[in-house]
């Protein structure tokens, strides 16, 4: 099993590491990025499945049982149902107070499919399956400097999130060590993943009220 660790850890940070190297050269089509970070996100959990469905990894690292899963689908149930008053907002209520905020107009044309399935239902769980449970976990079964893990995993969430830019590196690497720090403090990928739901609704807000001003 640590074989099968080191390579799908290794695959991770090969793909992190050529998400960097080919950044510079796409320049500033954020869609086309946001589209390759998600297919490396894809591939990676992918990975992770084949590598780890033989073993007991869930229960013992990660900490996800069935009474998780219920709690994780009742709250996405709640997070979607939010989203979709706000997507109705934007495009009904409040678009006569929005028509000049470019964010808003990108919101506008978001697909609410798009948002409820991939970015809330997928992108976020498997977010925190991939860097606070996968790579903590097979780094664990090597360093015993529990804050070096943390560091370390921190870093490659950072990179994976060069599509938002360069600016949000800082914000999401400081995000990690809190993701990382949850982890290690209860050992259950549940609460990072609710609390990084909880953040990315809270920001959806902000920008939302930022856009009103």
Same mark, same amino acid.
Not at 63 to 77: F, M, P, R, Y
Not at 127 to 133: L, N, S
């Given at each position: 099993? &640590?074989?099968?660790? $080191? ?5 991770? %940070?090969? *793909?992190?590491?050529?998400? $960097? ?17 998600? *297919? ?17 990894? =869930? &229960?013992?690292? !990660? ?5 998780? !899963? ?8 709640? !997070? #979607? ?7 109705? =907002?934007?495009?009904?209520?409040? &678009? ?7 964010? $808003? ?10 948002? *409820?399935?991939?970015? %809330? ?22 360093? #015993? ?28 690497? =400081?995000? /990690? ?7 290690? &403090? @209860?050992?259950?990928?549940? @609460? ?6 909880? /953040? /990315? ?7 939302? =009220?930022?856009?009103?001003?």
């Amino acid at each position: 099993m &640590k074989n099968q660790k $080191a390579n799908i850890l290794f695959i991770i %940070i090969g *793909i992190n590491v050529i998400f $960097a190297l080919l950044y510079p050269w796409l320049g500033q089509s954020r869609a086309g990025i946001s589209i390759l970070s998600n *297919i490396m996100i894809i591939a990676a959990s992918i990975a992770c499945y084949f590598f780890i469905r033989h073993d007991d990894y =869930l &229960k013992q690292r !990660v900490g996800i049982s069935k009474k998780d !899963v219920k709690i994780l689908v009742a709250g996405l149930i709640i !997070v #979607s149902f939010f989203t979709l008053v706000v997507i109705h =907002l934007l495009n009904n209520d409040l &678009k006569g107070y929005l028509e000049n905020t470019s964010w $808003a107009n990108q919101v506008r044309e978001l697909s609410f499919t798009l948002i *409820i399935l991939f970015y %809330i239902i997928i992108s976020i769980p498997l977010q925190e399956f991939i860097f606070r449970g996968y790579i903590m976990g097979a780094l664990r079964s090597w360093k #015993s400097n529990n804050w070096a893990v943390v560091v370390v995993s921190s870093i490659l969430y950072s990179v994976s999130h060069l599509h938002y830019g360069w600016e949000f590196i800082v914000i999401t690497f =400081l995000f /990690g060590l809190f993701m990382g720090w949850l982890m290690l &403090k @209860y050992k259950r990928l549940l @609460y990072p993943i609710i609390v990084h739901l909880v /953040g /990315g609704g809270g920001l959806f807000i902000f920008y939302f =009220l930022w856009s009103l001003m």
